[in-house]
């Protein structure tokens, strides 16, 4: 089996919730070892955030949420209390033989347990520590603890995303976190330039990441034409801001995505619609004379594409050249075979499904030469606390049942395995 890209490297992983997990199942799918550190009885906060939850073979939920499942393959779960001396003395032993170490602490909370970048920086000169905040390590909101939910509305997403105001709309937010997830994906980004950068020099260094500034980051077009012009842009539904039309339109049987880019292909749906005339036409001919005139145009495709079923739209689109598609909901999504084909929806061998495995969502990447891996589900809170231990720092039996009657692993020492 080819190896992946990061094959060899060690992640420590002291994040929770969704933008640092998103950022280490990256990795790991891309073959790096992630230690995933967990907090004894509890583990990370989404492995309650359901229904849904795995049933077991009883049909009665287990402890693995579907939330908790979506970011978290490839990891190994590390139950260790860092509240407690001896396990923050483990970390910092585990931080000596890892490559890179993310977290999403509040601001300067690790640093006081004597786990911040500094401090571990003699330990490991080579390490890449990412913090993973709200609003970052510095600044007047730093101290803020920061939720996909808030940066949404504070980074403006939500004020671009709805209905407009004149059809008796709000802002909203997106659907899924995405927030957080471009927040990781930035992340991620962030860490491979840093290990290329030590590749050249040997220096590790500390990397700041904020929910908002990502946020504000991917605004994209939209920010920037606020910046060109400083006009505030409203609200549009499913319409694009500078293209017509690309928008959702109603068929005589529901709605379907129309999305045209160029003016040769307006052309080319006019003649498809019967209204060639619409192309010739002064106000319409240039997509800035459509985006111009939308007011008076978007009626006039509406009028035309309520006089067909929206799979004789796209049916005779697709053959003329002329973007559009479906509005698939998500049971469509795993169902359609361009998903199916791209291997979308993978499964993974689980002790605790009832049917022995458990379905989840794979990785878009695909290199030809070094290819993702899917080695392991997401682990059981503290599976492989011990055999983690046991392998990285050659502890033996002894050393780990002082360790266990230390609270190292917590008040009991249950969760470890």
């Given amino acids: 089996m080819p ?38 009885g509890t ?6 955030w359901g229904p849904p939850f795995l049933k077991d073979a009883q049909g009665n939920d287990t402890r693995e949420s579907a939330y908790y499942l979506s970011a978290n393959r490839n990891k190994r779960s590390l139950a260790i209390d860092i509240a407690a001396p001896e396990g923050r003395d483990l970390l910092r032993r585990l931080a000596g033989k890892a490559d890179v170490l993310i977290e999403n ?53 939500m004020s671009l995303t709805g209905r407009p105001d004149e059809e008796g709309g709000e802002p909203t937010k997106a659907g899924v976190g995405i927030a ?13 330039a ?3 950068h030590r590749t050249a020099t040997g220096e590790g260094q500390h990397i700041d990441v904020a929910l908002l500034d990502t946020q504000v980051a991917w605004l994209i077009n939209q920010g920037v034409a606020y910046l060109t012009d400083g006009a505030v842009p409203p609200r549009r539904g499913n319409a694009h801001p500078a293209i017509v039309p690309y928008n959702a339109y109603p068929a005589r049987d529901g709605s379907f995505i129309l999305a045209v880019g160029n003016d040769a292909q307006f052309r080319r749906f006019c003649e498809v619609a019967g209204a060639p005339a619409l192309a010739d036409d002064p106000r319409f001919s240039t997509n800035a004379q459509r985006v111009r005139n939308r007011v008076v145009l978007e009626p006039e495709i509406e ?18 050249g002329v973007p559009c598609g479906p509005i698939n909901d ?38 030809s ?49």
């Fill in 194 to 196: 840093a290990l290329h």
């Fill in 105 to 157: 602490f509040k601001v300067g909370d690790l640093a006081r347990r004597g786990l911040g970048y500094e401090d571990l920086r003699p330990l490991n000169p080579g390490l890449i520590y990412c913090s993973i905040s709200g609003f970052g390590q510095t600044g007047p909101y730093a101290a803020r603890a920061g939720y996909d939910f808030l940066i949404q509305g504070m980074g403006g997403l």
């Fill in 330 to 367: 998500v049971g469509e999504v795993f169902a359609d075979p361009q998903v199916r084909h791209r291997g979308m929806r993978i499964s993974m061998p689980h002790e605790k499904r009832a049917k022995g495995s458990v379905d989840l969502i794979g990785n878009p990447l695909n290199l």
């Fill in 303 to 320: 009028r035309l594409t309520r006089t067909r079923d929206a799979a004789d739209w796209i049916a005779v689109l697709e053959a003329a």
């Fill in 3 to 40: 190896r992946g890209p990061l094959t060899g490297l060690v992640v420590l992983d002291l994040s929770r919730i969704l933008a640092g997990p998103t950022a280490t199942q990256l990795l790991g799918d891309l073959g790096a070892t992630v230690w995933k550190i967990e907090r004894p």
């Fill in 43 to 48: 583990g990370d906060d989404t492995r309650g």
């Fill in 180 to 192: 957080d997830v471009m927040c990781g994906m930035y992340a991620s980004n962030a860490i491979l």
């Fill in 369 to 417: 030469r070094t290819p993702v891996s899917y080695r392991h589900a997401p682990p059981e809170l503290g599976a492989d606390t011990q055999a983690v231990l046991r392998s990285a720092l050659e502890l033996d039996d002894a050393e780990l049942e002082r360790l266990t009657a230390e609270g190292a692993f917590g008040a009991q020492g249950d969760e470890t395995k």
